[in-house]
């Protein structure tokens, strides 16, 4: 018995931003790479590891001697609302 093995139509037009922002939801998270929708692939040790640096950065720029770099060349002090109410 013969097996048919059907080729994926590729799209002969990159996805705009807009035209990515559009597609329905169905609970997969997605990321537009060279006009494409491509799934994202991610597990819990990736979740874990993004924790972390979030953790880390929020440390980091609540520092009050942070500064960062703005793009006329100057430089802002780093402020973020507090989470304490």
């Keep these: 018995m013969a097996t048919v093995v059907q080729k994926r139509r590729r799209r002969t037009r990159k996805l705009t931003e807009a035209e990515f ?3 329905p939801d169905d609970g997969r998270k997605y990321e537009l790479v ?3 929708a491509k799934e994202a692939l991610t597990s819990l040790k ?3 590891i993004g924790m972390r640096l979030a953790m ?3 440390t980091y720029l609540t520092t ?3 500064r960062f770099p703005l793009r006329a060349g100057g430089t802002a002090p780093a402020r973020f609302p507090s ?3």
Aim: overall charge negative.
């Design 21 to 23: 922002m559009r597609l």
């Design 34 to 36: 060279d006009g494409e």
């Design 46 to 48: 990736h979740d874990v």
């Design 56 to 58: 880390l950065l929020q």
């Design 64 to 66: 009050p001697s942070v």
């Design 83 to 85: 989470r304490s109410a």
